[in-house]
């Protein structure tokens, strides 16, 4: 028996999808050093406590026990990502896969002996930076020849549990050229935004601690001489926020996420606003000024782009951060150059690359006549 999923391993957070395109997983990218910890009384939902002890040689120190996500950002020396860190040499990112397939393998293979052997098709992906740098083969040899072992310790109803994880394919995609996939094939394969087909195309992804720019070709391939990748994100500019907004007020907002939450808030009352002592203070300038600058610098970015390659057509802006940054970019826009510049849905701008990369593994098990219910059923 096999399980296929995809992973989209983000710096700000783990998006995937398990055994079809239905089936959504969401996990905070935040792990903390932990040994033993109480479990809580109030704690229910074993996504939002999950603690592990991961044995692979995948990881640096082959070892460790971790707190991930939510619960993780609960804790004071929780490992906070920064712009210099690889993803395909980084340890954080093969404990998030490892933890999230060892929660999705303990409800989908049978337990023997204590143990649950676990196999899967992933289909995961790195930065343009990376795959440049030749890093994807790195990546993929790593997971595929080690073996990979997740204990879960002070998980609620989990605990106790030794989940054994092997990979039978692993596919390594290129974060900017999956989105397009997603821009332009169904489900089931077939093409969808025909328009797009035979056009050069820029789609910029602007995630937490990254923005990776993929132009696509009219002969539907990515430019491996004009894209590009750089290392820069929202997460720095709402902790310059979060620190101005403290030098003012006294007043700390207690994570990147809450800030989020502010910014996008759809009530008018709340959107902008923070509460001191009772008392409603707006702080929309100061959130104003940090992402106006961000916005200033993606624009350039994009501007760049057009002049080094003048045959873009549309230009398209996914990711977290291009939620975040539109009406900025978009003001911008009008008063520059005025490009044809498309976002996306809010749910499309999170969930474009791990449903691409689902859609890009049906593609490749149906190139190889693998249909994926017998594949699934079969012991
Ligand atoms: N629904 C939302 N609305 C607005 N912003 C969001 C939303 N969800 C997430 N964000 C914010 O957008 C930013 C980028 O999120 P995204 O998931 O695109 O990053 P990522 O893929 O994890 O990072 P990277 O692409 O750099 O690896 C984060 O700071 C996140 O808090
Ligand atoms: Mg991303």
Redesign the pocket.
């Known amino acids: 028996m096999v399980r296929f999923v995809s992973i ?8 995937g999808f398990l055994g079809n395109l239905e089936n959504r997983i969401y996990i905070p ?1 935040v792990i903390a050093q932990a040994n033993d910890r109480e479990i809580v009384e109030m704690e229910k939902n074993p996504l939002n406590a999950l603690h592990v002890e991961i044995t692979s040689s995948a990881l640096k120190n082959k070892n460790g026990s971790f707190t991930v996500g939510k619960l993780a950002s609960k804790y004071p020396n929780n490992d906070e990502l920064t712009p210099d860190q690889d ?1 395909a040499d980084s340890d954080q990112p093969i404990v998030m896969l490892l933890t999230t397939l060892a929660y999705d393998a303990v409800n989908h293979f049978p337990e023997e002996d204590g143990i649950i052997e676990a196999t899967y098709y992933l289909s995961s992906g790195l ?1 343009l930076d990376e795959t440049k740098k030749g890093k994807a083969k790195y990546f993929r040899k790593k997971l595929k020849t080690a073996q990979h072992e997740v204990k879960f310790l002070k998980t609620p109803s989990l605990e106790g549990k030794v989940v054994h994880i092997k990979f039978e394919q692993i596919l390594v995609n290129t ?1 900017g050229f999956a989105a397009f996939v997603d821009l332009t094939t169904n489900r089931d394969g077939s093409i969808k935004n025909e328009e797009l087909i035979g056009k050069t195309i820029l789609i910029n ?8 720019s993929a132009i696509i070709t009219a002969e539907s391939e990515v430019d491996n001489e004009y894209s590009n990748g750089i290392k820069r ?3 720095t500019y ?1 902790d310059n926020i979060i620190r101005k907004v403290y030098t003012k007020h006294k007043y700390t907002i207690k994570s ?2 809450t800030l ?1 939450e502010i ?2 808030n759809n009530d008018p009352e709340e959107q902008y606003h923070i509460w001191v002592d009772g008392n409603r203070v707006s702080i929309k300038e100061i959130i104003d000024e940090e992402l106006y600058v961000l916005a200033k610098e993606e624009y350039k970015l994009i501007k760049d782009m057009w002049r080094n390659v003048p045959d873009i057509r549309l230009s398209y802006q ?7 940054l539109k009406p900025y970019l978009s003001k911008i826009n009008q008063t520059d150059k005025n490009y044809p510049l498309r976002f996306v849905s ?1 749910d499309d ?2 969930w474009m ?1 791990a449903r691409a990369y689902f859609k890009i593994l049906l593609m490749y098990l149906q190139s190889k006549g693998v249909s994926i219910e017998a594949a699934a059923t079969k012991v």
Do not use: Q
Request: glycine share 18%; aromatic share 2%; net charge negative.
């Open positions: 989209d391993i983000g710096n700000d957070a783990i998006k990218n993803k930065p974060e992804d602007i995630g937490g601690l990254s923005t990776d994100g929202v997460s709402f990147r996420r989020v910014i996008t996914i990711g977290g951060g291009s939620l975040i809010e701008s999170i690359i």
